[in-house]
C-alpha cells in the first residue's frame, strides 16, 4: 500500500481518462499530462493505461508500506525519497517504509507518482481516474487525504535505476482555428493569437482561464454543443478558458481555437500568475506533433526492451 | 429551411451542425443520424445538442470520409427512423418534495394541481445530457410554466429533484447547486456509475412524470 501522510494541495488518481460516457454528462478526467503517464508507465514495463497519482503544486507525503519500483515524471516538484533527491523520468526502488516527499517548484504545478503495475482501485466506467465533480472513480471517488491507504501490487525484485528524457513544457501553445470566429469581432482571433495571456487563479482541472489587459467581450452565444479537453471558449467576459480534463461535456460559449492534443499536456504545468502564447496551426500539424509524440514513447520502448534482453 | 454544415472541431472530434429552425422532424432526423453513426465503430462517442451532434473519432485518417460521410448519411436520414425509449418516472410533487411549486404556482397564475397536472401531462424528450453524469435537459415544458430561473441559485438541490425552468424540465441525479424550480421528486435512480447501464436516461430518450401521492 501506499500511506497518504500528506495529500498536499491536491493529488488524486488518474490513468489515461475515461472516454465515451460523454453523451452521458460524464466528463473524460484523467491525467492532464498524458505523456508524462505514459512515460512513467513505460519506465515500469507497466501497461500504458495503468493508474498513478498526480500531483498538484506538492507539499506531499506518502509511505510505502511495502517494497515498490516506481517513477515519477512530469513536472519537478523536488521530491525526494528519504533523504535523496529524485528527478523526474526517473525510475527508483523504494523498501518498505521509505518515505516519499514532493516539496514544491516555481517552474512546476504537477507530478506524476507511478508504481510497478499501477494503483489498484477499481475500474468505474472503464477507467480508475477520480471524478472529482460526480465523486466516483479513483481512490473511492476523492481526492487523495490523510491516512488513505492506496492499493498497489508488491515489487518482487528491485529496479535498476532508469530515465526516460522528459519531453520540455512549454507556455507557447499551438492552437488550430475555431468554429466561431465569425461571429466573434472579426479580430479576436488574431488578438488571442497576438497577446500573452495570463493564467488566471481561477483555474484548476476544469478549465484554465486566461486574463489580459483588454479584454475580448462580446454578446454571442451559442447553442449549447458538445466540448472537451483543449477547447477554448470565450465567454461574454472575454477572458478565455482552456477546458482541461474535468471540463462539462457540453457548452454555449463561442468557440474561438481548440489546443491540439500534442500540446495540451503543456498546461498541466501553467500554475496561476504565469503566461502563455498561441500558435495557429493548421490539422496536418495537430496530427503530425501527436504522431511524434507516441513515437517517442515507443522508440523508448524498444530501446528498453533490447537493454533488458542484453541482460 | 434548415442549412447543414460539417466540420472538423479537433483532431478527434466532427461536428454536424444545423442552422434554422429545429423542428421535431430535424430532431428526430439528428437522433437517427446518431443512430446510424453509433452503429459503425468509427467513433468512441457521439454527444447530440440542441442542433448539432459531435462525432469523436477513433482513427483521424477517417477525417475526410466522414465529414463528406456524415452529411450524405443526414440527407438520407428519416426522421422514423428513430424510436426513442420511453421512461415513466413516478414524481412526488410539492410539499418537502417540491419546495417551490407554490411559487410556480404564484408565478404562474395557475393553482398547484393545474401546475402538476400540465407538468405531468407533457410527453418530454432528452434533448441532451450535460451538467452532471446522468442530468438529462428534457424538452419542451408547456408555454404556461416556463419561468425564468431562481435569481438565487440554492447551495443544495436534493437528489432526484423534479425542477423545471425556462423550457425545460430535468430530474437531478444526485445532489449539486442550482437555479431551476423544484417542484417534486422522484424515487427511481438517474445515474449511478457502477451499474452496467449507469445513466437511466440518454439522448433521444422520452420521459414521462406519473404524479404519486404522499406517504
Known amino acids: ?311 | 429551411m434548415t442549412c447543414v454544415q460539417c466540420y472538423q472541431l479537433s483532431e478527434q472530434a466532427l461536428v454536424l451542425s444545423i442552422d434554422g429552425l429545429i423542428t421535431q422532424e430535424v430532431r428526430q432526423k439528428l437522433f437517427a443520424l446518431a443512430q446510424t453513426a453509433n452503429n459503425t465503430n468509427d467513433f468512441f462517442d457521439i454527444v447530440p445538442a440542441n442542433s448539432s451532434i459531435t462525432f469523436y473519432l477513433n482513427d483521424f485518417t477517417r477525417t475526410n470520409y466522414w465529414l463528406e460521410q456524415l452529411i450524405t448519411l443526414w440527407e438520407k436520414s428519416e426522421p422514423e427512423a428513430f424510436t426513442p425509449k420511453t421512461h415513466l418516472i413516478d414524481t412526488f410533487y410539492g410539499g418537502e418534495y417540491g419546495p417551490d411549486l407554490n411559487e410556480v404556482s404564484e408565478l404562474t397564475g395557475l393553482n398547484q394541481k393545474q401546475v402538476i397536472e400540465l407538468h405531468a401531462s407533457t410527453e418530454y424528450q432528452v434533448g441532451f445530457l450535460g451538467f452532471l453524469p446522468g442530468f438529462g435537459y428534457l424538452e419542451s415544458l408547456p408555454e404556461q410554466l416556463r419561468l425564468p430561473r431562481k435569481a438565487t441559485p440554492r447551495a443544495h438541490v436534493p437528489t432526484l429533484s423534479v425542477a423545471i425552468a425556462e423550457s425545460l424540465t430535468a430530474i437531478y441525479p444526485s445532489s449539486s447547486p442550482g437555479g431551476w424550480h423544484l417542484i417534486g421528486r422522484c424515487e427511481q435512480p438517474l445515474f449511478d456509475p457502477y451499474a452496467d447501464s449507469s445513466s437511466l436516461l440518454a439522448p433521444g430518450d422520452v420521459v414521462r412524470f406519473i404524479p404519486k401521492e404522499h406517504r
Open chain 1, 1 to 311: 500500500m501506499l500511506k497518504v501522510i500528506k495529500p498536499g494541495v491536491f493529488s488524486s488518481i488518474q490513468d489515461l481518462g475515461r472516454h465515451g460516457h460523454r453523451h452521458l454528462g460524464v466528463s473524460q478526467s484523467g491525467v492532464l499530462d498524458p505523456i508524462a503517464l505514459k512515460a512513467g508507465n513505460a519506465l515500469l514495463g507497466n501497461i500504458e493505461t495503468a493508474a498513478c497519482i498526480e500531483i498538484t503544486v506538492g507539499l506531499a507525503e506518502f509511505e510505502f508500506t511495502q517494497p515498490c519500483n516506481f517513477a515519477i515524471t512530469g513536472g519537478n516538484l523536488n521530491a525526494k525519497l528519504n533523504s535523496k533527491a529524485l528527478y523526474p523520468g526517473w525510475r527508483y526502488h523504494a523498501r518498505t517504509g521509505d518515505i516519499i516527499k514532493f516539496t514544491s517548484h516555481p517552474d512546476s504545478l504537477r507530478a506524476y507518482l507511478c508504481v510497478e503495475n499501477g494503483f489498484d482501485v477499481p475500474k468505474v466506467m472503464n477507467s480508475r481516474s477520480t471524478d472529482c465533480q460526480a465523486k466516483f472513480g479513483g481512490f473511492e471517488g476523492n481526492p487523495l487525504q490523510k491516512d488513505d491507504c492506496i492499493p498497489f501490487s508488491k515489487s518482487l525484485a528491485p529496479c535498476s535505476e532508469l530515465a526516460v528524457k522528459p519531453s520540455d513544457y512549454t507556455n507557447v501553445v499551438r492552437v488550430l482555428k475555431g468554429p466561431h470566429c465569425d461571429i466573434l469581432p472579426e479580430d479576436y482571433l488574431l488578438q488571442l493569437l497576438s497577446q500573452t495571456w495570463t493564467v488566471s487563479d481561477l483555474s484548476n482541472r476544469m478549465g484554465v482561464r486566461l486574463e489580459h489587459s483588454s479584454l475580448l467581450t462580446h454578446q454571442e452565444s451559442i447553442d449549447s454543443q458538445g466540448v472537451h479537453p483543449g477547447v477554448i471558449q470565450l465567454p461574454p467576459t472575454g477572458t478565455p478558458i482552456v477546458l482541461l480534463n474535468d471540463c462539462q461535456t457540453t457548452g454555449g460559449y463561442p468557440i474561438i481555437a481548440s489546443v491540439i492534443q500534442a500540446d495540451l499536456r503543456h498546461f498541466s504545468q501553467l500554475a496561476p500568475t504565469k503566461t502563455c502564447r498561441f500558435e495557429l496551426v493548421e490539422f496536418d500539424v495537430a496530427n503530425t506533433a501527436l504522431q511524434k509524440q507516441e513515437q517517442k514513447i515507443t522508440r523508448f520502448k524498444i530501446a528498453k526492451q533490447q537493454l533488458e534482453n542484453k541482460k
